[in-house]
Every structure is written in structure tokens, then in C-alpha cells.
């Protein structure tokens, strides 16, 4: 009868144990499904506001309507990922819209700030630790220039 209870015991723990460790499965499964989502609206929006700037860079005339509408996108696009991500990924989002809001105002960067393609970089690196994507960083050597594109 004892060994029968200890077996009943044991076998509850084991079960508990597979049962918690589901749980904690799918809880990470969701928040970084959920950090994805917000990774790729703001990387959406940001889209949208360097297209602007190739727009623009070939001398094709926005409305300024058009101009406030992307920075306000982005803008709000970039919340999210403060709500939901990491501290790193947050700062490297700001300053990547703050670069790219300046830009699509006329105002020139700051003396020695990193360029957009830099802070890009630098965002998409972060969003990729964030991710758990555990690989060394991605190459950037290649200029856009030589693909005829101010910047991909």
C-alpha cells in the first residue's frame, strides 16, 4: 500500500512538473510572439518613412500631410516596443525614429551622430537578440551605393 502511494505521489510530481514547465513553454511562445508583432509594426513604419527619404532624395516632391503622417505612424509604431521589449531594443528604436524623424523634417544630423543606416543596424541587432536569434551579427559591408539605392 505504500509503495502504491509513493508511486501516486511520485507520478502527480512528475505530471505537475511536465504540466509547468508547458505553461512556462507557452507563456515565452506568447510574449515573443507578441514582441515580434510590435518589432515588425515599427520596422513597417520606419519603412515607410525611409521610402519617404528615397522619394525625396531622387527629387520628387511630398506633400507635407504625407511627411507628418509617416512621422506620426512611426512615432506611435515605436510605443509599442517600449511596452513590450527589452530596455536595448526600446533605446535603439528611439533613436533610430529620432534619426529618421530628422531626416524626414530637413534637419541635419547631429556632429557626429551615427548615420540612419548605423542606427538601423543597431535596432535590427538589438530586435534580433530579443528574438533569442543566437548567431553572430549580420554583415552590413556591402554600400547600398553599389546597388544603385541610397539605402536598402
Do not use: N
Not at 63 to 82: F, Q, T
Amino acid at each position: 500500500m505504500a509503495l502504491g502511494s509513493a508511486g501516486t505521489l511520485i507520478g502527480q510530481y512528475l505530471s505537475t512538473r511536465v504540466e509547468a514547465r508547458r505553461v512556462r513553454f507557452e507563456q515565452f511562445s506568447a510574449e515573443r510572439a507578441e514582441r515580434k508583432e510590435a518589432l515588425m509594426e515599427f520596422l513597417s513604419a520606419a519603412q515607410r518613412v525611409e521610402l519617404c527619404l528615397d522619394r525625396l532624395s531622387m527629387g520628387e516632391e511630398l506633400e507635407d500631410s504625407e511627411k507628418w503622417e509617416s512621422l506620426h505612424a512611426l512615432w506611435l509604431a515605436k510605443k509599442v516596443p517600449e511596452l513590450v521589449c527589452t530596455p536595448a531594443v526600446a533605446q535603439a528604436a528611439h533613436d533610430y525614429t529620432l534619426a529618421l524623424h530628422r531626416l524626414l523634417r530637413g534637419q541635419a544630423p547631429e556632429e557626429g551622430a551615427p548615420s540612419k543606416r548605423e542606427l538601423r543596424y543597431a535596432f535590427i541587432e538589438a530586435a534580433r537578440r530579443e528574438l533569442g536569434v543566437d548567431a553572430d551579427p549580420l554583415r552590413r559591408d556591402f554600400p547600398a551605393e553599389e546597388l544603385g539605392q541610397s539605402s536598402p
